[in-house]
Nanobody, 128 residues
C-alpha cells in the first residue's frame, strides 16, 4: 500500500520561503517519479513541479521557475519542494504525487491523470 504524507505547510507572509516535505512508504521509490500539484479554492488542480526517476530531471510550471526547487532524499523516501518569494497567489493546498511511468516530457508530468498515487495535501497560505 503506497502512502504519501505531506508536511510543512502553514501561514507565511509574502516574500517568505517554505519547504514542503512528502514522505513516501509502501514501496522502494528510487524508481518512481515524484511531483507536486496545488489546488486553490474554486480552481482546478495545477501542476507545480516534478522530478523524474530517470536522470533525475526536474520540470516546473512556468510561474514557479526560478522560485521553486524540487529535490529528493532517496534514503528517506522523501521529496521536498522548496518555495521562495511566495506571493498570495501561491495560496493553495499542495499535493504530493508519484508514478512509476517513465515519462520523458513535461507535458506528461503536467497532467494530474498521469500520476498514480496522491497524498492528502498540506495547506499553504500566503498573506499580503
Amino acid at each position: 500500500q503506497v502512502q504519501l504524507v505531506e508536511s510543512g505547510g502553514g501561514l507565511v507572509q509574502a516574500g517568505d520561503s517554505l519547504r514542503l516535505s512528502c514522505a513516501a512508504s509502501g514501496r522502494t521509490f528510487s524508481n518512481y517519479a515524484m511531483g507536486w500539484f496545488r489546488q486553490a479554492p474554486g480552481k482546478e488542480r495545477e501542476f507545480v513541479a516534478a522530478l523524474s526517476w530517470i536522470g533525475a530531471r526536474t520540470f516546473f510550471a512556468d510561474s514557479m521557475k526560478g522560485r521553486f526547487t524540487i529535490s529528493r532524499d532517496v534514503t528517506k523516501n522523501t521529496v521536498y519542494l522548496q518555495m521562495n518569494s511566495l506571493t498570495p497567489e501561491d495560496t493553495a493546498v499542495y499535493y504530493c504525487a508519484t508514478t512509476r511511468a517513465p515519462y520523458a516530457s513535461s507535458t506528461d508530468y503536467r497532467s494530474s491523470s498521469n500520476w498514480d498515487y496522491w497524498g492528502q495535501g498540506t495547506q499553504v497560505t500566503v498573506s499580503s
